[in-house]
């Protein structure tokens, strides 16, 4: 929805507020760890999946803002006009208009964000510390032994970590396809 505010409305400041969303990606994401470690502690959710899932559904990167915002923009103001007289309001064009025609572009960051959430160790090591409910990266380091070199465990757990990513490129390359040859507007 933020990609659409910042591509398709007009606004005051919407231009300064995205180079201010685009300026926080110089920011480290070390360096905003223990803000969030100290505000998901207070709020009781430290071992728990609360903090991991909620990042991953209302703290979108905003390189997904703008690789939304940038597709967005491509897609004619026409069809925005032409909703408009057929009585659809702003959020109606987003849910009618402009996310049907989107579907690659959000594939696409759908593929990211589970790419990056999925290969995520700094994250779940910090937040949990419970052994039942660590998450595959963190397992695959416990069979690091300084003392014995275990290999056979390391690749199998490996591979169980790398299958689904290789799984999702498989059924998501279509996206990545037509992503790169879309322009915003299909004949579909």
Same mark, same amino acid.
């Given at each position: 929805?933020?990609?659409?505010?910042?591509? =398709?409305?007009?606004? /005051?400041? =919407?231009?300064?507020?995205?180079?201010?969303? &685009? %300026?926080?990606?110089?920011? /480290? @994401?070390?360096?905003? !760890?223990?803000?969030?470690?100290? *505000?998901?502690?207070?709020?009781? #959710?430290?071992?728990?999946?609360? +903090?991991?899932?909620?990042?991953?559904?209302? @703290?979108?990167?905003?390189?997904?803002?703008? !690789?939304? =915002?940038? #597709?967005? =923009?491509?897609? +004619?103001?026409?069809?925005?006009?032409?909703?408009? *007289?057929?009585?659809? %309001?702003? *959020?109606?064009? &987003?849910?009618?208009?402009?996310?049907?025609?989107?579907?690659?572009?959000?594939?696409?960051?759908? $593929?990211? %964000?589970?790419?990056?959430?999925?290969?995520?160790?700094? @994250?779940?090591?910090?937040?949990?510390?419970?052994?039942?409910?660590?998450?595959?990266?963190?397992? &695959?380091?416990?069979?690091?032994? /300084?003392? &014995?070199?275990?290999?056979?465990?390391?690749?199998?757990?490996?591979?169980?970590?790398? !299958? /689904?990513?290789?799984?999702?490129? #498989?059924? @998501?390359?279509?996206? #990545?396809?037509?992503?790169?040859?879309?322009?915003? $507007?299909?004949?579909?």
């Amino acid at each position: 929805m933020a990609a659409y505010a910042f591509a =398709r409305l007009d606004w /005051p400041g =919407r231009d300064l507020l995205f180079i201010f969303v &685009l %300026s926080t990606l110089m920011i /480290p @994401g070390v360096v905003t !760890l223990v803000p969030q470690f100290i *505000l998901w502690n207070r709020l009781g #959710f430290v071992d728990t999946i609360v +903090p991991l899932v909620a990042q991953a559904v209302l @703290g979108g990167s905003p390189i997904y803002v703008f !690789l939304l =915002r940038q #597709f967005f =923009r491509t897609i +004619p103001r026409e069809m925005d006009e032409a909703a408009l *007289l057929d009585g659809c %309001s702003k *959020l109606g064009i &987003l849910w009618r208009v402009v996310l049907p025609l989107s579907k690659e572009a959000l594939g696409i960051v759908a $593929i990211f %964000s589970f790419l990056f959430h999925w290969n995520d160790f700094m @994250g779940p090591l910090i937040y949990l510390f419970s052994e039942d409910k660590k998450t595959l990266a963190l397992g &695959l380091r416990a069979f690091v032994d /300084p003392f &014995l070199a275990s290999y056979h465990l390391n690749m199998a757990g490996a591979m169980y970590l790398t !299958l /689904p990513m290789v799984i999702i490129f #498989f059924f @998501g390359q279509r996206y #990545f396809l037509r992503g790169v040859v879309m322009t915003g $507007i299909t004949g579909r």
